[in-house]
């Protein structure tokens, strides 16, 4: 018999306040739940703005102890509350100074189940993200969870092919990358890099990004998350590309036996000529 997961994504604009931001997320956690998801990623940074359109160190004070922060704890009690895994992209503060674009996994027993830091950090108009994140140090993590093997990539990361894959080797079922992505910048990659993503290394990706103009930029964040196949079809329909909207699609594990027998892509890894690719 074939294992279905029942995921779910949730895009949505700015509200312009902290406490208004996570209470959406609150409600979409009960929504997603009610209508059968097993498993829940919100976008980017999900409880602020964008404030990488900006540099300044106001925007420090959104970053929060992982796990031991109050907005974790929030979300351990209602992923308890309604057995569903989530996927909380978070701003991190390790330690006064030492701060990281992460993802909290929480299983659906409200257990702390570990952490993904974003490994790459763009520096450009709009994205200043090197002035409040340090790349990540814990590797491409893959979690154990109720619903089975999930993994995190994040916004920029998408763009290099190398964490995809070791997502891939570790075991991942579905990858999800929450994103904050502009109309302007990378709309032409947002339907092709992370649909190839999932048949080169044969999983589902849950792709997420945010949607709106936001008071801090010009960036346009265009919604459209999806989930896609390890054969690069969409699983129902991509969201709008200016409303919220919470996504909630039916994955057949069973494609992913299937896409693997076919094409045995990790058989035919050839390891021993990559040594190249690390080179600085």
């Not at 992209?89 to 996994?105: F, H, I, K, S, W």
């Not at 830091?117 to 002035?131: A, D, L, S």
């Amino acid at each position: 018999m074939s294992r279905v997961i029942r995921a779910a994504v949730f895009q949505t604009a700015w509200t312009g306040d902290k406490e208004s931001m996570i209470r959406v997320h609150e409600q979409a956690v009960r929504d997603a739940a009610a209508q059968g998801a097993q498993v829940l990623c919100f976008q980017e940074l999900f409880y602020g703005p964008y404030f990488c359109q900006v540099q300044d160190p106001a925007f420090y004070e959104y970053a929060e102890q992982i796990p031991d922060g109050p907005i974790v704890e929030r979300f351990q009690a209602l992923a308890r509350e309604h057995g569903i895994v989530l996927v909380l992209p978070m701003y991190e503060e390790e330690q006064p100074g030492v701060l990281y674009n992460t993802a909290a996994v929480i299983d659906a027993d409200g257990s702390y189940l570990g952490k993904y830091r974003k490994h790459h950090i763009p520096q450009v108009k709009g994205f200043w993200e090197k002035f409040y994140f340090r790349p990540g140090n814990v590797g491409w993590p893959v979690f154990d969870t109720a619903v089975g093997r999930i993994g995190v990539y994040i916004c920029y990361d998408r763009h290099f092919p190398e964490g995809w894959r070791a997502l891939g080797l570790e075991g991942a079922e579905i990858v999800f990358n929450p994103s904050a992505t502009s109309r302007g910048l990378s709309a032409y990659l947002w339907q092709l890099e992370q649909p190839a993503a999932a048949v080169a290394n044969e999983y589902f990706v849950g792709a997420i990004n945010r949607v709106g103009v936001e008071e801090l930029g010009e960036n346009d964040f265009y919604g459209t998350s999806y989930f896609v196949d390890p054969e690069a079809q969409f699983v129902g329909e991509v969201a709008s590309d200016k409303e919220s909207e919470l996504v909630v699609r039916d994955l057949d594990m069973a494609k992913l036996r299937e896409v693997r027998d076919r094409w045995q892509f990790y058989r035919d890894r050839r390891p021993d000529a990559y040594p190249p690719l690390t080179a600085p």
